[in-house]
Nanobody
Framework: QVQLVESGGGLVQAGGSLRLSCAAS????????MGWYRQAPGKQRDIVAL???????NYGDSVEGRFTISRDNVKKTVYLQMNSLKPEDTAVYYC?????????????WGQGTQVTVSS
């Protein structure tokens, strides 16, 4: 089993920045993909950014160029640097991890951290 703990959420004004962190513990030796998803009230959970142990990254269209995902493969920690935040970025952000190069709903998920961007 893998446990994921997010930190770094909070309230920020539009145009500001936040950095989220997610630390994995437990059976972390086989983790491949680590990423971030978000869910706003009344909306589906969408991908924000994904990183694989091989170095590839993918971003959701709405955050491309503003958010940057990075990771420490030794510590199995993934980060999300969020710049130029907009009110529409307000959501609960979830960290996820998988033993494959992609993440599915049945993989490992954190509890979520709230990000609120005020206008």
């Amino acid at each position: 089993q893998v446990q994921l703990v997010e930190s770094g959420g909070g309230l920020v004004q539009a145009g500001g920045s936040l950095r989220l962190s997610c630390a994995a513990s437990g059976s972390i030796f086989s983790i491949n993909a680590m990423g971030w998803y978000r869910q706003a009230p009344g909306k589906q959970r969408d991908i924000v950014a994904l990183s694989t142990s091989g170095g590839s990254t993918n971003y959701g269209d709405s955050v491309e160029g503003r958010f940057t995902i990075s990771r420490d493969n030794v510590k199995k920690t993934v980060y999300l640097q969020m710049n130029s935040l907009k009110p529409e970025d307000t959501a609960v952000y979830y960290c996820a991890a998988s033993n494959r190069a992609y993440i599915r709903s049945y993989d490992y998920w954190g509890q979520g951290t709230q990000v609120t961007v005020s206008s």
